[in-house]
């Protein structure tokens, strides 16, 4: 959806251009093209969740023209992006030239609290003086122990994608037992072959690192990282005062997958049963990252609870991570929390936008404020 101004500045054009000419492109080449919807207004979704749904395999080297290309490493791809300049070369040259980075080792052992998710992981190791210090830059970042272990592998998506906003050159979790249960059933891949994949698809004992980060998971409680970076992490109950919202957006191929449509809908259906809903304060847009994503949230019942709770439901795009669409902030003292992955100034509007987990995105909608999201036995938010 492009605005108005945007519209008056040409970009639509551009856009439709830019289109036609991709659609040409892939049918000289014969390239499947994932662009849009015939059947009614819409895409059939974000690169990134599409080539994790539908392609990527582990073992095998993924490279796109997007920063986020790693997303894939959670399930065992070494994936990166490069420029479309390199892009381009590359097919005349049939290759692309990397140095082999080094690699830093995340370890984050433990159990995780309920309320906690992979984000609040990523924006923890994103505020650490290591990283923020720049030493992390183009290095492989290996995520392992028993909380990673416990993630889902659209949650160890969460982590690899935003190896992008750590500065690194992937991210990457070990295939295992998760690994396969995906392939399983979501592309309906044989079992066996599927765990012959994984096969020695781990570090080497004893394997040298350029630098061990080691964190325990019951240490991390739910987080934001305030306007301007996505290193301004803080623990939420530190906010010490309230702070209201506007706007709330859950999507992108960060917070846009199955089990982030799972998050949501758990806070808004536990809202409604407490007769409570999105707060008339707040505007909650929620943008599915691909077709695939919508159908699972159609055949849970999602679409409905969305829309009782007062949410707002947008089909697949980038959507207000790249400044087009709702989501987007019009005014520079509005209030955004977000599931996306960039706080940078201007990328999303020039309001001030927090980076938060689904949890935290949806129980703040409800609230009207940012809270930490409590699971039901508690039966409470937690204020800021």
């Not at 979704?45 to 080297?61: D, F, M, N, R, T």
């Not at 990166?80 to 082999?100: L, P």
Request: one cysteine or more.
């Amino acid at each position: 959806m492009i605005s108005e101004e945007k519209k008056k500045l040409g970009l639509l054009d551009l856009a439709t251009q830019l289109k036609l000419k991709q659609q040409d492109f892939a049918k000289k080449q014969g390239i499947r093209l994932h662009g849009e919807l015939t059947d009614r207004k819409g895409s059939e979704g974000i690169c990134h969740s599409i080539v994790l749904e539908s392609y990527a395999l582990p073992g095998q080297l993924n490279i796109g023209s997007d920063s986020h290309t790693p997303h894939v490493g959670a399930i065992g791809c070494v994936a990166f992006g490069i420029g479309t300049t390199d892009v381009f070369n590359s097919w005349i040259t049939k290759d692309v030239r990397v140095r082999v980075p080094e690699s830093v080792k995340v370890v984050i052992r433990g159990k995780k609290h309920p309320n906690v998710t992979a984000k609040d992981f990523i924006l923890k190791i994103l505020s650490l003086d290591y990283v923020r210090s720049g030493k992390a830059l183009a290095k492989v970042m290996e995520y392992a122990g028993e909380a990673i272990e416990e993630l889902s592998v659209d949650e160890r998506a969460t982590m690899t994608n935003m190896a992008a906003e750590i500065g690194g050159f992937t991210g990457i979790v070990a295939p295992d037992k998760k690994a396969v249960d995906f392939l399983v059933e979501r592309r309906g891949i044989d079992r066996k072959k599927g765990e012959t994949m994984m096969q020695g698809l781990y570090s080497d004992p004893g394997a040298q690192y350029a630098h061990v980060i080691e964190l325990d998971a019951a240490d991390i409680t739910p987080m934001v990282a305030t306007p301007g970076d996505p290193g301004n992490g803080k623990y939420i109950r530190d906010l010490h005062t309230p702070v209201p919202v506007e706007i709330a957006y859950g999507g992108t191929c960060t917070a846009g997958k199955n089990e982030d449509m799972d998050m949501y809908a758990a806070v808004l259906a536990e809202a409604l049963k407490q007769g409570k809903r999105v707060a008339d304060s707040v505007k909650f847009y929620i943008q599915f990252g691909s077709q695939e994503t919508r159908e699972y949230c159609v055949r849970r019942g999602y679409l409905d609870v969305f829309q009782r709770a007062g949410a707002h439901v947008i089909e697949p795009s980038c959507g207000a991570c790249i400044n087009a669409g709702p989501g987007v902030s019009t005014r520079p003292d509005q209030v955004v929390i977000s599931a996306q992955n960039r706080n940078f100034p201007g990328r999303s509007g020039p309001g001030q936008m927090y980076l938060a987990s689904p949890f935290t995105v949806a129980a703040s909608a409800v609230a009207g404020y940012i809270v930490e999201y409590e699971p039901s036995e508690k039966k409470q938010l937690v204020r800021a």
